[in-house]
């Protein structure tokens, strides 16, 4: 809805309450555009004769927005990545590939599995870099 279609509405509400001292309030069809924005104004038309089928009172803006279908999800964007995700998803994509090539060497691929075996850290790194499977150069920090 916009505020060509708020007038619209107005003008539809005095042919149901003509002379009804809402329509002279500025402020209330401020609010019926805040409210009801996010509808499309064919669905609040419909909301507006649908209510008065069963009532002759001015609506409250809510009983027209319940009337209407509920507005269209705005499209989710991915947000772009920033450093900190390329660093991780790099990161990722290194630790899938050299967790792979540690077990088929036969090694500890994680440090939690090294102490299970009794190793210390300096001695699961140096077997670790002895059958080449530490971590190469980080290229991905830079």
Request: proline share 11%; net charge neutral.
């Given at each position: 809805?916009?505020?060509?279609?708020?007038?619209?509405?107005?003008?539809?509400?005095?042919?149901?309450?003509?002379?009804?001292?809402?329509?002279?309030?500025?402020?209330?069809?401020?609010?019926?555009?805040?409210?009801?924005?996010?509808?499309?104004?064919?669905d609040?038309?419909?909301?507006?004769?649908?209510?008065?089928?069963?009532?002759?009172?001015?609506?409250d803006?809510?009983?027209?927005?319940?009337?209407?279908?509920?507005?269209?999800?705005?499209?989710?964007?991915?947000?772009?990545?920033?450093?900190?995700?390329?660093?991780?998803?790099?990161?990722?994509?290194?630790?899938?590939?050299?967790?792979?090539?540690?077990?088929?060497a036969?090694?500890?691929?994680?440090?939690?599995?090294?102490?299970?075996?009794?190793?210390?850290?300096?001695?699961?790194?140096?077997?670790?870099?002895?059958?080449?499977?530490?971590?190469?150069?980080?290229?991905?920090?830079?």
């Amino acid at each position: 809805m916009t505020k060509d279609d708020i007038e619209k509405l107005w003008a539809l509400l005095a042919l149901y309450r003509p002379n009804d001292r809402h329509l002279q309030d500025e402020k209330l069809k401020s609010l019926w555009l805040l409210t009801l924005e996010p509808y499309a104004p064919a669905d609040v038309k419909a909301a507006v004769a649908g209510y008065f089928r069963e009532k002759k009172f001015w609506p409250d803006v809510t009983d027209i927005a319940v009337l209407c279908p509920p507005p269209p999800e705005p499209p989710r964007t991915a947000a772009p990545k920033g450093k900190p995700d390329l660093i991780l998803e790099g990161l990722r994509g290194l630790w899938e590939k050299i967790l792979p090539q540690r077990k088929a060497a036969g090694l500890p691929a994680t440090w939690s599995e090294a102490q299970a075996k009794g190793l210390t850290y300096r001695r699961w790194w140096e077997l670790l870099e002895a059958h080449g499977v530490g971590f190469p150069e980080l290229e991905v920090l830079t």
